[in-house]
């Protein structure tokens, strides 16, 4: 997610209960929000049912996707002897819910604010680094729920033959998981893409200043694997 203003020297005060707070405000507002995106934006208000079931999904991968992105972003920094603290963006979130209404997906809701010296020329390696684990964390995560969709299928067809069950019974369970892998897959390819954007407070941004050739193959890499999600969704369901 976006960093915020961390390249300015900004005093926190560390509040871990206040950054829980906003950390979970936004993983829950950001879930609402991408899963009445998902769901077709206002259209999806015409079929609040279905609308529901997205939106739970959605916060499943929302809490995924967005937990290990922002810890990776304050893990390497903190590694580098920063300080790293999350902090939410209230307009970010706003900016977020709009879009979602208008049936795209946007996630700038706040980001880790690091804190160094002055020196941004010496730092420039390392807030690229810590800049470039929260897409590589999206790019990872993606793989591993389209592993995951698969393996769904395989164990699925297994299920049913070793217990004999039928479809039909194990359907609501199933669709549930199957919607959760498929938004994981998604959402995760899209935070990748999205966030490597070479621009303003993005990840991407950092990442491109510290190392243009690091940048070119992540973001090859992140937009690949989102075409690549997209063939695949209109290979099964178009
Ligand atoms: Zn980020």
Redesign the pocket.
Known sequence: ?Q?GSEVTVKKDKENPLQEVLEFAASVIWLGIAFGIAIAGGTEAFKDLVSLRTTIIESLVVVFFAFVF?ELA?RVVARRYGYKAVYHVWIPGLLLAMAASLAGFLFAAPG?VHIEMGQNLSEARAKLGKS?LA?PVVNIILSIVFAVLSFALIYFLDFYLASTGKTLAEVESTVNLLWGITIIGVEINAWLAVF?LIPFGNL?GYKVFQWNKKVWTVVFVISIGLYFLMTWGQSKLFG
């Open positions: 997610m960093q992105h972003h980001g800049a929260g966030n990840d």
